[in-house]
């Protein structure tokens, strides 16, 4: 038999870094940047949590020093794609391959060789065998919704998102606020990074994000830029990433690869049938200069 | 930038001189980056720079034959693909997949190996090059596929594509393409008669085994072919127009779906081919893992280049020497290894593309 609680608990555990970063990068986008960089902020928390761990023994820091790296390499990415209008897609891409360079010179450094283990502490669970980060991420999908919708600052955001130069005209400031937003962006993606590294697996291995990131932005288009939808996406996922386990268990006599490849054939799958980007920003993708 | 703004021709001698000045600038910077990186690892710079020149040109002790073409033989992969991130990104999309594309192709030869052992080499090699190059096309022909009808953004499926042709590949090395004793995660050696000659006698390099083979000169002349492609045929005008105005280009009644299909085809191929020359020329047997990443590194290949053909075969050389070297230097030193190379190609393109928004902040047009 399957223990169904216990799925849906490993489920909710797998789903927390896809949702974490994927709040990060609805914020992000609603402001009108995407930002295909959160994979590499995502393994830069990975890593500076588990580095910071090893040298303070508390877990609560190496979290925070986890969100700092990921804002820290969000705001790099600011700085190029949104107050010298790269392109986003380019300036993402690059922050990706740093991460990989600057995680896996760092962990040798500091480390020894590839292959070897780092054990850290694991996340202690609260209620329900789930973790802080895990609460966290869950409590920040109705407030996402709250900020964005019922407060003046969200509604600022969206405009950056959908009008800019309307948002510009009435007052706001365009670009100070896709920095944040951007920054806010990273600081979660570093969380979701730390959610694998301490929260789940207790180590660091280099690429450990292994495309999560790119699977946090699908979740953001199939969830049609919505908290909630996001959510719903996001357990989608981790039921995927749960299936693996619970055909070890069962015997399936499969191919563990097929496992390993279903998340991102599950990505493919849901961007397929969600083709419409109606509910997407007007401004999505595109730069804002000051006149 | 002139030339990214208008899809002119430059005449080649023009490309030519420019690539070469460009060369020079990143040659300086990049040496400056080296150096700050050096520092900030705590690696004598001098030590380091030393290391890295030995690695990748040579040495008056070790000579230099071994280490040039080793560059030169790291620069062919990265060539290829650099260039199929060229045809792509001018196309104006953002394809990651090289890497999938890659993978896929070589799986494919492997299996055209497994299943033509008995046909001649020439011809068994042929179909082996042919068979990578197309199911390469087709694994972009699927993301280009994607975009068009079901409007998914071609990085996150490209990405997603790399991953699953990763997955396949790891199966297929474990599965029907495992090696005959059925232990290591690997196909048995490709025919002998399949695999690529080298080109260069042990008379001309003193002596000394070299690993240079034929692919060289299909890169050389891929390279040709695409520049010939894009800046002299009324297709590859069409291509370039594209990513840079599509709005020019719907005036002009291109059929922007087609054109995306054939260019992301393009880019698949030169993946696949990349990948095939590889598995022939130098490691005769396919395996886990087979690619070091080939497929991205394409990516600051080609933005270091300029998104122009010879600037990314320039930049292949460089980042070649650059692999070579630092793998060199990780043999010698504790504490650098050859992810190095990442933060060094990341740092380079992010100067890159910075200069170039400064230089274009305050114009109208979006930059790459």
Same mark, same amino acid.
């Given at each position: ?291 | ?106 799986? @494919?030869?492997?299996?055209?190996? +497994? ?68 232990? +290591? ?31 060289? @000169? ?7 072919? @695409? ?33 995306? %299909? ?38 600051? @290949?080609? %933005? ?12 292949? %050389? ?51």
């Amino acid at each position: 038999m399957i223990d169904i609680i216990a799925t849906l608990q490993g489920a909710i555990t797998l789903a927390t870094p896809l949702l974490l970063a994927a709040i990060g990068e609805t914020v992000s986008q609603k402001s009108g940047v995407v930002n295909v960089g959160i994979e590499g902020m995502m393994l830069m928390g990975a890593f500076s949590a588990v580095l910071a761990i090893t040298i303070l023994p508390n877990l609560a820091m190496g979290i925070a020093v986890a969100g700092l790296a990921g804002g820290l390499l969000a705001l790099l990415f600011a700085v190029f794609a949104v107050r010298l209008s790269a392109n986003q897609v380019v300036v993402g891409v690059v922050m990706n391959l740093l991460a990989l360079g600057i995680t896996g010179t760092l962990y040798r450094a500091r480390f020894g060789e590839t292959g070897t283990f780092v054990k850290t502490p694991i996340l202690p669970s609260l209620l329900f065998g789930q973790n802080i980060l895990t609460w966290f991420a869950l409590i920040s999908v109705p407030l996402l919704w709250l900020w964005l919708y019922k407060t003046r600052s969200g509604l600022a955001v969206r405009a950056c998102g959908e009008q800019p130069i309307a948002a510009e005209a009435s007052g706001a400031n365009v670009l100070r606020l896709r920095t944040l937003c951007v920054v806010f962006g990273g600081v979660m993606a570093g969380l979701a990074g730390a959610s694998l590294s301490v929260g789940t697996a207790g180590t660091f291995i280099e690429n450990m994000t292994a495309g999560r990131g790119f699977i946090a932005l699908a979740i953001v288009t199939s969830g049609r830029w919505s908290a909630l939808g996001c959510l719903i996406a996001a357990l989608v996922f981790g039921g995927v990433e749960q299936l693996q386990f619970i055909g070890q268990a069962q015997g399936w006599r499969l191919p563990y690869q097929l496992f390993l490849a279903l998340p991102y054939v599950v990505t493919l799958a849901l961007l397929m049938l969600g083709g419409k980007t109606g509910q997407a920003p007007a401004f999505l993708g595109r730069p804002y200069r000051r006149a | 930038m002139s030339d990214t703004n208008l899809p002119n021709a430059p005449t080649p001698l023009i490309t030519l001189l420019r690539a070469l000045a460009k060369g020079v600038t990143y040659s300086v910077g990049l040496t400056v980056l080296l150096v700050l990186t050096f520092l900030a690892l705590r690696v004598p710079p001098m030590e380091g720079l030393a290391k890295i020149w030995e690695g990748a040109i040579g040495s008056k002790d070790d000579g230099y034959w071994y280490p040039l073409t080793e560059t030169l033989l790291k620069a062919i992969p990265l060539t290829l693909t650099g260039l199929s991130v060229v045809v792509a990104w001018r196309a104006g999309l953002f394809s990651i997949g090289a890497e999938g594309q890659l993978t896929i192709g070589i799986v @494919v030869a492997t299996s055209i190996a +497994k299943l033509g052992a008995h046909l001649p080499g020439t011809l068994l090699a042929i179909f082996m090059l042919i068979g990578a190059m197309s199911s390469g096309a087709l694994w972009g022909l699927l993301a280009a596929w994607l975009r068009i009808r079901r409007n998914v953004q071609e990085v996150i499926s490209t990405i997603m594509l790399n991953y699953i042709a990763l997955q396949i590949l790891a199966w297929a090395v474990e599965g029907p393409l495992q090696e005959a004793t059925h232990v +290591k995660p690997q196909s048995d050696p490709l025919p002998t008669a399949a695999l690529l000659p080298r080109i260069l006698p042990m008379s001309l390099t003193d002596g000394i085994q070299t690993r240079l083979h034929l692919g060289v @000169v299909f890169a050389v002349i891929a390279v040709i072919m @695409v520049t010939i492609y894009l800046f002299r045929t009324p297709g590859g005008f069409a291509l370039r127009l594209i990513g840079q105005n599509p709005e020019a280009a719907k005036l002009a009644r291109l059929n922007a779906d087609s054109i995306r %299909l054939k260019a992301m085809a393009l880019s698949g191929a030169l993946c696949g081919l990349a990948g095939a020359i590889e598995l022939m020329g130098v490691t005769g047997t396919l395996y886990r893992d087979f690619s070091p990443g080939w497929g991205y590194t394409a990516i600051p @290949v080609a %933005l270091l280049g300029g998104l122009h053909p010879v600037g990314a075969a320039f930049s292949a %050389l460089f980042f070649g020497g650059l692999t070579s070297g630092t793998s060199n230097l990780a043999r010698f030193t504790k504490g650098v290894s050859s992810v190095l190379v990442y933060v060094i190609q990341g740092a380079a393109v992010l100067a890159v593309v910075g200069a170039r928004a400064w230089k274009n902040r305050k114009a109208g047009t979006e930059v790459d």
